[in-house]
C-alpha cells in the first residue's frame, strides 16, 4: 500500500496517518502458465457497491477517503477464466483528525450550550435591569406623589379643619353646632385615612405576607374573615417589588 508518498506493507494493524485522502494497492497472484493473461477484480468495502474490473493491472487507487476501518478485497481469475472467489483482503484503518474526534464533536457541542447559556444569562440580566429601572421609576413616581399629597391637599385640609373648628366654636345654636362638630370629626378621620395611605405610598422594604394580609382585609372590607398562612422563613422585599406584586394580585382578586 502506498498512502502520501509512503508505502506500508500489508499487515493485520495497518493504520494510515490522520488526513489521508487516497491510497494505492499492490496485489499479485501466482499462476503456473500464462501469467499475463490473469485477471483481476476488486473492491473496497462500505466505499464500493460493486466490484471493479481492474483487467491485467496490479494496482487499484481508492480516493475521496475519510477516517474509518477499511477492508480492501482482490479476487483473480487465470489464463482459462477460472475465478478465485475467495481472494484476498487487506484490512487497514485511517486514523480521525482533531475535527474529526468524538471529542472534539462533544467540545462544540458544550461550547455551543455555553454560548447559548451566556446569552441567556446576558439577556435575563438585561430583562431584568430593565424591570428594576421601571420598578424604581415607579417608586419614585409614588414618593413625589406620596410627598405633594402630603405637603399641599392635605395641609390645607386640615388648616380649613382648623378654620371650621374654630367657626364651630363661635355658632349659638346647640343643634347646628353638633351637626359641625360631627362633620369636623368625619373631616379629620378622612384626614386620618389619607394620611395612612400617604403613609402606604411611602413603604419602606417589608415581608409580603404581612403586605398581602392587610390588603386583603381591606379589599374584603369586613365582610369576610381573611386569614393569611405563611409557610417558611419570611424575607423582606424591597418597597417597589413589594407593591408590583401587591397590584397583580389585587387585580387578580377584583
Not at 21 to 42: C, G, H, I, K, Q
Not at 225 to 244: H, M, N, Y
Request: hydrophobic fraction near 40%; charged fraction near 30%.
Amino acid at each position: 500500500m502506498r498512502a502520501d508518498a509512503r508505502t506500508y506493507f500489508a499487515g493485520d494493524d495497518l493504520h494510515l496517518p490522520e488526513g489521508t485522502r487516497s491510497v494505492t494497492l499492490r496485489y499479485t497472484a501466482v499462476t503456473l502458465a500464462a501469467a499475463d493473461r490473469a485477471r483481476f477484480r476488486y473492491r473496497l468495502e462500505g466505499v464500493d457497491g460493486e466490484w471493479h474490473d481492474g483487467g491485467s493491472l496490479r494496482e487499484a487507487t481508492c480516493a475521496n477517503l475519510t477516517h474509518g476501518h477499511y477492508r480492501f478485497r482482490v479476487v483473480s481469475s487465470n489464463g482459462d477464466g477460472v475465478w478465485d472467489e475467495t481472494g484476498a483482503t487487506l484490512d487497514f484503518t485511517i486514523e480521525p483528525t482533531l475535527v474529526q474526534t468524538k471529542a472534539f464533536a462533544v467540545a462544540c457541542v458544550v461550547a455551543l450550550l455555553a454560548i447559548a447559556w451566556s446569552a441567556y444569562r446576558m439577556r435575563a440580566r438585561v430583562i431584568e435591569n430593565q424591570v428594576q429601572l421601571r420598578l424604581e421609576e415607579r417608586h419614585r413616581e409614588r414618593e413625589r406623589i406620596a410627598r405633594e399629597l402630603h405637603d399641599t391637599l392635605l395641609q390645607g385640609v386640615q388648616g380649613l379643619v382648623l378654620q371650621f373648628d374654630s367657626l364651630a366654636r363661635r355658632v349659638v345654636d346647640p343643634e347646628l353646632n353638633e351637626r359641625i362638630e360631627r362633620a369636623i370629626v368625619k373631616a379629620e378621620g378622612l384626614i386620618a385615612a389619607a394620611r395612612d395611605r400617604v403613609s402606604n405610598l411611602r413603604a419602606t422594604d417589608g415581608p409580603l405576607g404581612t403586605a398581602l394580609g392587610c390588603a386583603a382585609r381591606e379589599l374584603a372590607d369586613g365582610k369576610h374573615l381573611v386569614k393569611v398562612s405563611i409557610t417558611g422563613d419570611e424575607r423582606p422585599l424591597r418597597a417597589a417589588i413589594r407593591d408590583e406584586l401587591l397590584v397583580g394580585w389585587w387585580w387578580r382578586g377584583r
